[in-house]
């Protein structure tokens, strides 16, 4: 109880002036009972650093805090900020409305004001990143939340400016300009490129297969996406399909053209140059066609002329997938397929037809821990352009989905830790390693929090992960292992504002308890 009000003391002070008397008054008779456990160590508290506060705001900030402590226990055990106030009050009480309706004035105004005055005050000393999932986060399908610009005007200063280091990560496919263009009209503020990761975002440090030539597999501007990352020798299905005309006949239309055309072998397969790579970057249209042409270039060394002397080849031929998700939220009331039900299937027929399992080169996107750590290597760059001179220790990941953000979060968090003990630190599976040899910022997080919202796949009526059923069926890739305790947010939110608003609060709390820590001069 003690660490309690000292950690709720320590968050209380950094706000600023009283609210009226009258809101005074409802709050104190909500939550005085609470209030008598705080008391003396308000007063010993308030003749430290922070002793230019009023009296009269700080009081009424420990007893709201107290309340909210007495409640949930600590801040980063919450489901949001009004069911965390309104729950110390009996339906019977009188000013329950009244109360009600302060409260959230308070939220409105109060509050976003503090801490934006708490981010600009510190901005020297802020040495945290945080990193939001797009899809089911900031908005769903074309259509943005409106919790989304309040959060980003909570995390910009008076100018527009933003205060905080932050990225955007996202699963799903597309370039990264025509994204941040996106992001920024949803957001109403300026979002650059390199603010954004895509699933496909980590190949950027990929470069042994810069210059290799590749097949790029997904939907959009495949072209553009690849040359975007350093890829130099780029090729579609569609290339493949036309020189080896005779492969894709699941087409009943295709089987007619070549009879139709008197077609026996391919004009173009004799110059046709070897595949050397394979990139997954998405779930790709007309499934039985990628489908059919993959496993065919892969049994074949990437050239599907003839069939190899002796059988199917069991060789290191190179494959990389882009987003692993097996479903995603869009604007129909059930999540749809992503590419991680098209690699299912992928990963299926290879097996029923050579009796071996796929072997993947890399897997990247979330829950990857290389993708995590490109995530920090983004943020630490966007630190330093924004003026922060203090390293990130703290990484926060806003996300809906369990299955991956969270996931991944708390596997970024497990390798932060085996790192500190080893450097070389391997992983389970060689699919998901993080080279030493590739180029990022240094690594400098010593933890990576993840905060669930109620915006996304996450539905909060089946309740908190850790309260539901075991669940036998693994929905995640099959190269990440079944870990219930790895679906577990650090914290719960409604939206990506109180998210914010709660990261902001936890921050506060830490800075002032650095404060007080430090020497007099």
């Given at each position: 109880m003690l660490l309690l009000s000292n950690k709720l003391l320590s968050i209380s002070c950094f706000f600023k002036p009283p609210v009226t008397h009258s809101i005074q008054a409802v709050m104190c008779s909500s939550i005085n009972m609470c209030y008598s456990a705080f008391s003396a160590h308000y007063h010993c508290f308030n003749s430290g650093s922070f002793s230019n506060i009023r009296n009269e705001r700080a009081h009424i900030l420990v007893r709201y805090k107290a309340a909210r402590g007495n409640s949930c226990c600590s801040f980063f055990n919450h489901s949001s900020s009004e069911n965390r106030f309104l729950k110390i009050h009996q339906p019977n009480n009188h000013n329950f409305s009244e109360v009600k309706r302060d409260y959230r004035r308070w939220t409105k105004t109060r509050l976003p004001t503090e801490l934006r005055h708490f981010l600009q005050t510190m901005n020297k000393k802020i040495d945290f990143g945080i990193i939001f999932d797009i899809d089911g986060v900031l908005g769903r399908g074309s259509v943005p939340f409106a919790a989304s610009k309040r959060m980003m005007r909570l995390l910009s200063d008076n100018d527009g400016k933003v205060q905080v280091p932050i990225a955007f990560c996202t699963n799903s496919s597309g370039t990264l300009k025509d994204k941040a263009v996106c992001i920024s009209k949803w957001l109403d503020t300026e979002v650059r490129p390199q603010q954004v990761i895509a699933a496909h975002s980590p190949l950027s440090v990929f470069t042994e297969f810069h210059h290799k030539r590749v097949l790029v597999v997904g939907q959009g501007k495949l072209h553009e996406m690849a040359e975007e990352l350093g890829f130099t020798k780029i090729v579609t299905i569609d290339e493949v399909k036309e020189a080896f005309p005779l492969l894709d006949i699941v087409d009943h239309g295709n089987r007619n053209y070549i009879a139709k055309n008197r077609i026996t072998r391919s004009q173009s397969?004799?110059?046709?140059?070897?595949?050397?790579?394979?990139?997954?970057?998405?779930?790709?249209?007309?499934?039985?066609?990628?489908?059919?042409?993959?496993?065919?270039?892969?049994?074949?060394?990437?050239?599907?002329?003839?069939?190899?002397?002796?059988?199917?080849?069991?060789?290191?031929?190179?494959?990389?997938?882009?987003?692993?998700?097996?479903?995603?939220?869009?604007?129909?009331?059930?999540?749809?397929?992503?590419?991680?039900?098209?690699?299912?299937?992928?990963?299926?027929?290879?097996?029923?037809?050579?009796?071996?399992?796929?072997?993947?080169?890399?897997?990247?996107?979330?829950?990857?821990?290389?993708?995590?750590?490109?995530?920090?290597?983004?943020?630490?760059?966007?630190?330093?352009?924004?003026?922060?001179?203090?390293?990130?220790?703290?990484?926060?990941?806003?996300?809906?989905?369990?299955?991956?953000?969270?996931?991944?979060?708390?596997?970024?968090?497990?390798?932060?830790?085996?790192?500190?003990?080893?450097?070389?630190?391997?992983?389970?599976?060689?699919?998901?390693?993080?080279?030493?040899?590739?180029?990022?910022?240094?690594?400098?997080?010593?933890?990576?929090?993840?905060?669930?919202?109620?915006?996304?796949?996450?539905?909060?009526?089946?309740?908190?992960?850790?309260?539901?059923?075991?669940?036998?069926?693994?929905?995640?890739?099959?190269?990440?292992?079944?870990?219930?305790?790895?679906?577990?947010?650090?914290?719960?939110?409604?939206?990506?504002?109180?998210?914010?608003?709660?990261?902001?609060?936890?921050?506060?709390?830490?800075?002032d308890l650095l404060n007080n820590n430090e020497p007099n001069k």
């Open positions: 397969r004799d110059e046709f140059e070897p595949i050397e790579a394979i990139i997954l970057f998405g779930e790709p249209t007309k499934w039985e066609t990628h489908l059919q042409l993959l496993i065919d270039l892969m049994v074949t060394g990437g050239h599907p002329s003839f069939v190899p002397d002796k059988g199917i080849v069991d060789s290191d031929f190179p494959i990389i997938a882009c987003n692993m998700d097996l479903v995603f939220m869009a604007e129909a009331c059930m999540p749809r397929f992503g590419h991680g039900a098209f690699l299912v299937c992928l990963e299926s027929l290879y097996k029923k037809i050579t009796g071996r399992d796929l072997q993947y080169t890399a897997l990247v996107g979330k829950p990857s821990e290389i993708t995590y750590r490109y995530a920090e290597h983004c943020i630490t760059r966007e630190a330093v352009k924004i003026g922060i001179e203090l390293p990130i220790r703290t990484l926060y990941m806003v996300g809906d989905n369990p299955e991956v953000d969270v996931f991944g979060s708390n596997l970024y968090n497990r390798y932060i830790a085996q790192c500190m003990v080893n450097e070389n630190a391997g992983l389970s599976h060689a699919s998901r390693e993080v080279p030493s040899s590739y180029k990022f910022t240094s690594q400098t997080a010593t933890k990576c929090n993840s905060i669930l919202v109620d915006t996304g796949v996450y539905n909060s009526k089946l309740g908190k992960i850790e309260d539901q059923e075991y669940d036998v069926y693994h929905h995640g890739h099959r190269d990440f292992e079944t870990n219930q305790h790895l679906r577990i947010p650090t914290t719960y939110c409604t939206d990506v504002y109180e998210a914010v608003s709660a990261i902001i609060e936890q921050e506060m709390g830490s800075m």
